[in-house]
């Protein structure tokens, strides 16, 4: 569901405050049949809920509001932001900065241990569990035994 090429695109300008059709196609430039289908597709998959309103002599139309499993979806963006201005930098610098509300410290995404500690990438392990595919961990295991 993520990976189409505009749904993060979508997300990101939901997260900026846009939840209107018109807002979303005039920001990122996009087809409104690909906004349609995309829009209907994080609806479908429960990323966004679509509300009635109706603005004073006009037809009735659509808002598209994150839920919340919507806005869980935030570190992902920001982890992906944050790559990008580590290996893929613009001339003019990061187009965004993160920082805690009230102190203005800088903040940025991370593994967290249920202490509140930040564990490095590299000293977390991933582990399968039985609703990992079985075809995908044999492959797995087959490349590391070779």
Known sequence: ????RWTILILRDAF??????????QSLGIASDILTSRL?????YGVMERVDYQEPG???RHEYRLTDAGRELLPLL???????DRHLPRAEGPSVMRYERGTHAPVRVAFVDQRGREIPSDHVDFVPTAAYPEARLQLLQDRRSA
């Not at 900026?16 to 196609?25: E, K, S, V």
């Open 1 to 4: 569901m993520l990976g189409e």
């Open 16 to 25: 900026d405050g846009l939840t209107r059709f018109q807002d979303f196609r």
């Open 40 to 44: 209907a597709a994080l609806v479908e």
């Open 58 to 60: 006009s037809r009735r």
């Open 78 to 84: 920001a982890a992906l932001q944050e790559w990008g």
